[in-house]
């Protein structure tokens, strides 16, 4: 259904607003730029403004903004952290099908970005992650079961993006976060709500059916007895009941939420990229069936981390004292 809310900070190391548009520039000779858009667009985009670059002066404060296609998803990059925005607040950041349909390349290419580390997904002003489904796109989205397949394959191939990201993903929610908001909201790994959060599956208040992905993704979170009661009731959940059942990890004051998430974000940023994503993989891995997990890909994850630059780096970093300065390598 939707998407997740933050909402722009002007204190210095904080995020800070952007414009959707004004972020690609076409490499200079005869070849034809990409579509806008479109994987190769988002990962040369991707490449251009990660950490300190910056292409045509699109850097306010250290953000750069990378154009996804639409300006209803907003993704920037500052020193390393990419920020992705559900931007459709008249809406209450409802998912519509070019957002869903912008996720995927923009997440591969900040997947494939090597100076991203961690990557924080929220919605636009502060009334609203997301609120489900853009119900306005249901007469021409899901009314035939043509329509429906086209939306679902969407809504699937999103969720597979966020799936197959190894690096850490923070969801930043404020307000509503309903339905496919939700939905999206459980594919990152840690969630932070502000105090006035509110949490809810609509689905069996539309008549909508409710997929076994979905479903499952809630058990995993929440058990399935409070899975039950959320999804027969579709009654809304406080951010108190959210944290004390395991929903989110964390609630804390509206205004300092922003803070705490940065807070977290920079500190995982600063450890051992190899590691993170090792211990990512083998989360995943858990929490698959037994009979279609592969620990040897874990086990060589592992062992990439004792083999790397950054394991002597750590060393050396313990034995002089000082912070670590991790690479990646």
């Not at 969720?159 to 929610?173: E, F, G, N, Q, T």
């Not at 999206?184 to 992905?213: C, E, K, N, W």
């Not at 058990?223 to 959320?230: N, Q, Y």
């Amino acid at each position: 259904m939707d998407p997740v809310d933050a909402p722009p900070r002007t204190a210095p190391g904080a995020w800070t607003s952007l414009t959707p548009t004004g972020c690609y520039a076409p490499a200079p000779g005869p070849a034809p730029a990409p579509e806008v858009g479109s994987p190769a667009h988002v990962s040369s985009t991707v490449r251009r403004l990660s950490g300190s670059q910056v292409s045509r002066g699109i850097e306010t404060r250290g953000t750069s903004q990378v154009d996804s296609g639409t300006d209803k998803l907003l993704v920037a990059v500052e020193s390393g952290m990419a920020r992705v925005t559900f931007n459709n607040p008249a809406k209450h950041n409802a998912l519509s099908v070019d957002m869903l349909a912008a996720l995927p390349p923009v997440l591969s290419a900040l997947q494939d970005d090597p100076d991203v580390r961690v990557v924080v997904v929220t919605g636009a002003g502060e009334r609203a992650f997301a609120s489900g489904a853009d119900i306005s796109e249901f007469g021409e989205q899901r009314t035939s079961p043509e329509a429906r397949a086209g939306y679902d394959r969407h809504m699937a191939e999103a969720a597979r993006a966020w799936a197959a990201m190894d690096k850490p993903v923070i969801a930043m929610i404020r307000g509503y976060c309903m339905g496919g908001g939700l939905l999206t909201a459980m594919q990152a790994d840690i969630r932070m709500a502000s105090d006035d959060s509110q949490f809810a599956v609509p689905a069996a208040r539309l008549g909508l059916g409710y997929g076994y992905a979905g479903v499952t993704a809630l058990a995993d979170l929440v058990g399935p007895a409070w899975t039950a009661e959320i999804l027969f009731s579709a009654r809304r959940l406080s951010a108190a009941e959210a944290v004390r059942i395991g929903l989110v990890n964390r609630v804390v004051a509206g205004e300092e939420l922003e803070g705490e998430v940065v807070a977290l974000a920079r500190a995982i940023q600063a450890n051992a990229p190899l590691t993170v994503a090792a211990c990512k993989v083998a989360i995943r891995e858990a929490r698959r069936d037994p009979d279609g997990r592969d620990l040897a890909h874990v086990a060589r994850l592992v062992e990439a981390c004792f083999r790397s630059q950054d394991y002597l780096e750590g060393q050396r970093a313990f034995e002089e004292k000082r912070p670590p300065r991790f690479t990646g390598r």
